[in-house]
């Protein structure tokens, strides 16, 4: 159970990322502040992943 969420943390992250981003386009409020916060997301998210599925397997 706790292996599966950890594999699956990285994903939960990205798609954190991925929910600030879509809010930002569709309320049209873009600032930098909002997409720098996104893109931070989901960079660390795909990093994440890719570590810790090699650490876990």
């Known amino acids: 159970?706790?292996?599966?969420?950890?594999?699956?943390?990285?994903?939960?992250?990205?798609?954190?990322?991925v929910i600030i981003l879509g809010i930002a386009v569709f309320t049209k409020?873009?600032?930098n502040t909002?997409?720098?916060?996104?893109?931070?997301?989901?960079?660390?998210?795909?990093l994440g992943h890719i570590v810790v599925n090699k650490l876990v397997d």
């Open 1 to 17: 159970m706790i292996k599966d969420l950890l594999k699956n943390s990285g994903l939960l992250v990205i798609l954190a990322g």
């Open 29 to 31: 409020v873009q600032t």
């Open 34 to 46: 909002h997409l720098g916060i996104s893109l931070g997301l989901i960079i660390v998210g795909l």
